[in-house]
């Protein structure tokens, strides 16, 4: 037994069968993988990612580790890895995707498909999104598979490609037409974090449920003319208005478990000036003016609350001196898992109030809606506890990501699924985040996540006494 299994009394009778790690001596191996998959490049697009299911195949195929590729488009493959329990329990499913976003090489101090070691960081595009999971999920397959873990359960690998918005030939393509592949009770994935205080970790955020996508249009068509000559059916006009109405909609507030014991928990660890907004939230008479204050202030709480409404591209004209016959914004619409689109989008055309205006849903590669994945789960009682006791005195938090994962997917087909990830300090959450131009994570959390991952997934999958 690891003295990271201490004290005793924290340990959960599935954790006693649990090999010992030496997680010093697993570093450079951590590392390696880590730093050789950020630096396939799986810019999506195109993507590319076969490239990176080739070397995971090698890396299966040297440990006798069965797995199998799919593929919808042959340069954009999946794999799926299966180790074998004794099927007392239903199979836990580790994810992670392997495409990532873009890059602006001119915006970077490094080589962005370098994983460059630099002042305590790997720095690169992927090194936070998403391959830090990804080699923490490989690193416990590994370990699983060489200490000879006797398991209750199957434990699932998927690397999936095509998350960063093109869903198609990875998650979607696994759901529809090889579910029974990675179908199980559990899936772990990205969506969660922890937070680093003066070195201590105070928070760790468990996604627990998403916001799902719903992109829409607003379109006014109107007539054309000179630039000289006003219209009162000018198409830039009335659009002009209805962006500046749907842009600061205060839409209404609706809390959900995960939300409502997210600000009750964090009022407990919050100065008492944030912990009385955070309780005032449901106060009637309260709750207007700390929405105001949230949505100048803290925007990302401002956001759980509600399905939100951002304009993100406007398109109208091609000449100073023609007025056009059509202008077209695209809202991105971040809707609550259990929004009823109709009546939201009737309720729009109601605020923008101009007949003129046209809302238009858009459809394509638009995330399911599945119900929030429950707090009572075995899978969610064991993330809060190694959480606890890898880091002492932190809190947990479920948390409803403001953002999109491929968990929406599997949670419509019934899975319970749980975002995680590593600590870090809010600078570098803000600063050198995912999809930023200097994306990098400390390589001390790298190896601590890669031990909150081997914990988690032993946790619930490793045989009992």
Excluded at 96 to 123: C, M, N, S
Excluded at 259 to 279: D, G, H, N, Q, W
Excluded at 332 to 345: G, S
């Amino acid at each position: 037994m690891t003295k990271l299994m201490l004290p005793v009394l924290l340990v959960s009778a599935a954790m006693a069968q649990v090999p010992a790690i030496d997680w010093e001596k697993q570093k450079p191996e951590i590392l390696n993988h880590h730093r050789s998959l950020v630096q396939i490049d799986t810019s999506n697009p195109p993507g590319n990612e076969t490239k990176v299911v080739e070397y995971l195949a090698k890396v299966f195929q040297a440990e006798g580790i069965p797995a199998q590729t799919y593929a919808l488009d042959p340069a954009r493959a999946n794999i799926v890895a299966r180790l074998k329990g004794n099927g007392s329990k239903k199979p836990l499913l580790i994810l992670a995707h392997t495409d990532v976003v873009g890059v602006q090489r001119e915006k970077w101090p490094v080589d962005p498909f370098g994983a460059v070691l630099k002042d305590g960081y790997i720095w690169g595009r992927g090194s936070v999104d998403d391959k830090d999971k990804l080699a923490s999920n490989l690193m416990t397959m590994l370990l699983l598979k060489r200490t000879g873990a006797k398991l209750d359960r199957d434990v699932i690998f998927l690397a999936e490609a095509g998350e960063e918005g093109t869903t198609g030939p990875g998650i979607d393509f696994m759901v529809a037409q090889h579910f029974d592949e990675i179908s199980a009770e559990y899936a772990l994935t990205e969506g969660g974090s922890g937070t680093l205080e003066n070195g201590r970790v105070t928070v760790v955020h468990i996604q627990t449920t998403e916001k799902v996508p719903r992109q829409t249009r607003l379109v006014v068509n109107g007539t054309s003319g000179h630039g000289s000559v006003p219209r009162v059916d000018n198409a830039l006009v009335h659009l002009s208005a209805a962006v500046a109405k749907v842009g600061t909609w205060e839409t209404p507030m609706r809390l959900n478990d995960t939300t409502r014991t997210y600000f009750e928990k964090l009022a407990t660890i919050s100065s008492p000036e944030r912990a009385a907004r955070y309780k005032g939230l449901l106060d009637p008479e309260k709750a207007p003016g700390i929405q105001r204050y949230l949505a100048a202030n803290e925007p990302q709480s401002y956001s759980m609350l509600r399905t939100s409404v951002v304009p993100t591209i406007l398109k109208a004209g091609f000449r100073v001196n023609v007025i056009p016959s059509e202008a077209e914004a695209t809202l991105d619409v971040r809707a609550l898992p259990d929004e009823d689109m109709t009546k939201f989008l009737a309720e729009m055309q109601k605020v923008i109030g101009d007949p003129a205006v046209k809302i238009e849903r858009v459809h394509g590669n638009e995330r399911p809606a599945g119900a929030p994945s429950r707090l009572d789960t075995e899978m969610y009682r064991t993330l809060e506890e190694v959480s606890k006791r890898m880091y002492p005195g932190v809190t947990v938090l479920p948390e409803m990501s403001t953002g999109a994962t491929d968990m929406a997917q599997l949670r419509a087909k019934g899975i319970q699924c749980y975002g995680i990830g590593p600590v870090r300090t809010e600078h570098d959450g803000t600063n050198y985040g995912a999809h930023s131009d200097v994306e990098r994570l400390a390589e001390s959390s790298l190896y601590r996540f890669a031990e909150f991952t081997w914990n988690a997934v032993t946790g619930v999958a490793v045989a009992q006494k």
